[in-house]
């Protein structure tokens, strides 16, 4: 016997552009109706039953058109969820709501998302939300959308229509073609763009009608289940549960649960065994996430699902791990070939490695390959990617080739705590690590230190070369004249180090600095815009330099163009400097430097 589950619905977006307030509106249009049982909340999930998108979509589907049992959207925040719902070939998600605030655009946070959503194949559609506020709207949930639309003042569609294709034209920059949901010719070619406001609830019922139609016409194959025997899911939270002891809130997307069944968890270390005590599932119309809240106890679940299950064998285990639960019946072979499934989750994950490159640990295997994937959209080479908290081992590893591979000590830990020791021996080693639970942050954080670092090498082929920097005589700091003169000054640009000839604009050579004094600190450097007393030999105060007067590295013409030749590699207040010195000498030659 084979029937058809309900799809799985992922809501991603920036935060506060509505990603929660669209279910809070389903949810709270349910309970004012005061109906009995209905829209319920699961583990992490909000269930939308047939008899609810019936009711919704009343006038867009015949009721007899519609084939699924109901919709399920995963109700946990974040793109972290998102990553974590991961299975072989994807996402356990058959389709993604990218929220966007229409009046506001695409963030940071957007744009992370469609960039996951991307990296793991899910089809999606666009919720263009809070079409209420755009300035003059007259909000009108009891038209249909485009009746709505078409009743505002002329001036305001045409803000309307501006604010859907800004939208539709940012969809197109990542490669996709995109649409509002009434012009799209082909669903499977182009992105939907539904207008919304999650606030009066207009357009809710054109996004919900999308997601049906889409759904039940495109992925009927995919919905349908046809082994009763096993049931397949991914872990969302591991946690004690009084009574119950060791207890995994999962989301079904396969087959029937059954209390008694074997459960298989994968491991980082292979696959653990648990018998299944119990499976739980919250009351209706209860906050899941209130400690308060009670669960009942039923004796078999179908996908798609979220239920809280006991299992007391199970050891710490990890939360974005896949499991499969099976039949007590079943025999060794069999489970014998399930766990192999399991085990080949990890052998099997989709990252492509290089020679060199970074490191990067997760939480899951599913960020650890969302993230993977969007490192190599972005051209950062990745080394090694494993699950698991950032340990010693890893910093020996960053850290081995420091001298020839500088590049490759780099660790992103997304979305763990980093210990304290670890810490410190990270620094120590010389080894960086950026950890967030944004993937943008460490992209952005990632790319600035590659490019940083690559400069770094590359200013080493300058070593041999004398540098351009500039200083300034402060007023009120000239401590001796002569023999040698000792002066206050300013880095106006470079970097200041001793045993460097200096000249004045007129291109006099005045003589070497030899030292750097900070107080009663001795400097091998001053920085930009950092002041200190230098000695100059052969420099007499008053015959070519004086308070306010700037000196300049003075330099010959070889080392001028070998400069220029790598000004890519100078900092910008560096290019202006050498700019000045090269302005300076051909006030006599013309051609000089060229």
Not at 106 to 129: D, G
Not at 201 to 222: C, S, W
Not at 457 to 483: H, W
Not at 510 to 524: A, F, P, Q, V
């Amino acid at each position: 016997m084979s029937y058809m589950r309900q799809p799985i619905i992922s809501v991603l977006g920036h935060v506060d552009h509505g990603k929660t307030s669209l279910l809070d509106f389903i949810r709270r249009s349910k309970i004012i109706d005061k109906e009995a049982g209905g829209i319920t909340q699961h583990i992490g999930a909000t269930e939308v039953p047939l008899k609810d998108i019936t009711k919704i979509v009343k006038d867009s589907i015949p009721a007899k058109a519609i084939k699924i049992p109901g919709l399920l959207f995963i109700d946990t925040p974040g793109h972290k969820a998102f990553t974590s719902l991961r299975k072989r070939g994807g996402s356990i998600s058959d389709i993604g709501i990218l929220i966007v605030d229409i009046t506001e655009g695409f963030k940071p946070q957007t744009i992370e998302a469609i960039e996951i959503l991307k990296s793991m194949n899910t089809p999606f559609i666009v919720a263009a939300n809070k079409i209420d506020k755009i300035p003059m709207w007259k909000s009108q949930p009891e038209k249909k959308l485009l009746e709505n639309v078409e009743s505002q003042r002329q001036d305001i569609t045409y803000k309307f229509e501006e604010f859907v294709y800004n939208v539709v034209g940012k969809i197109n920059e990542f490669g996709f073609e995109a649409d509002r949901y009434d012009r799209v010719s082909d669903f499977t070619k182009q992105v939907a763009v539904v207008p919304i406001s999650a606030k009066t609830g207009e357009g809710i019922t054109e996004l919900i009608t999308t997601l049906v139609g889409l759904t039940q016409k495109y992925m009927e194959k995919k919905l349908t289940i046809v082994n009763e025997n096993i049931s397949r899911g991914v872990i969302l939270e591991v946690k004690d549960y009084a009574g119950l002891g060791k207890t995994i809130d999962v989301i079904l997307y396969d087959g029937i649960l059954k209390q008694g069944d074997t459960v298989l968890a994968l491991d980082v270390d292979g696959v653990q065994k648990s018998r299944l005590k119990s499976i739980l599932k919250p009351n209706e119309m209860k906050e899941i996430r209130d400690s308060g809240t009670k669960f009942k106890t039923i004796p078999e679940q179908p996908a798609a699902s979220g239920v809280k299950l006991a299992c007391p064998d199970l050891k710490d285990i990890q939360a974005g791990m896949p499991i499969i639960t099976v039949r007590k019946n079943a025999s060794a072979e069999e489970i014998q070939g399930f766990v192999d499934e399991l085990e080949k989750e990890i052998t099997d994950i989709s990252i492509n490695t290089e020679e060199e490159g970074i490191l990067v640990k997760a939480d899951t295997l599913g960020s650890l390959e969302a993230l993977s994937n969007i490192l190599a959209e972005h051209n950062i080479p990745l080394r090694k990617a494993m699950i698991g908290k950032v340990n010693k081992k890893d910093i020996i590893d960053a850290g081995a080739d420091l001298k020839h591979n500088p590049k490759n000590a780099l660790i992103l830990n997304f979305s763990q705590k980093l210990d304290v020791d670890i810490q410190v021996m990270a620094d120590d080693a010389g080894v960086t690590i950026f950890s967030n639970d944004i993937i943008y942050k460490l992209i952005e954080n990632s790319t600035e230190w590659l490019e940083n670092k690559q400069k770094e090498i590359d200013r080493k082929r300058l070593a041999d070369l004398t540098m351009p920097y500039k200083i300034k005589i402060l007023q009120n700091c000239i401590f001796r004249v002569s023999g040698p003169a000792v002066v206050g000054v300013e880095v106006m640009g470079g970097k200041c180090i001793p045993g460097v000839t200096l000249m004045n604009d007129d291109g006099k050579k005045l003589g070497n600095i030899k030292t750097i004094k900070d107080k009663d600190e001795t400097l091998k450097e001053l920085e930009l815009k950092g002041q200190a007393a230098v000695s100059i030999d052969d420099l007499v105060v008053g015959r070519g330099a004086q308070e306010d007067s700037f000196l300049y590295t003075f330099m010959g013409e070889a080392n001028f163009r070998n400069l220029k030749d790598n000004i890519d590699l100078l900092s910008q207040d560096e290019k202006n400097t050498l700019r000045e010195i090269a302005d300076i000498m051909r006030k006599d030659n013309s051609m000089w430097g060229i």
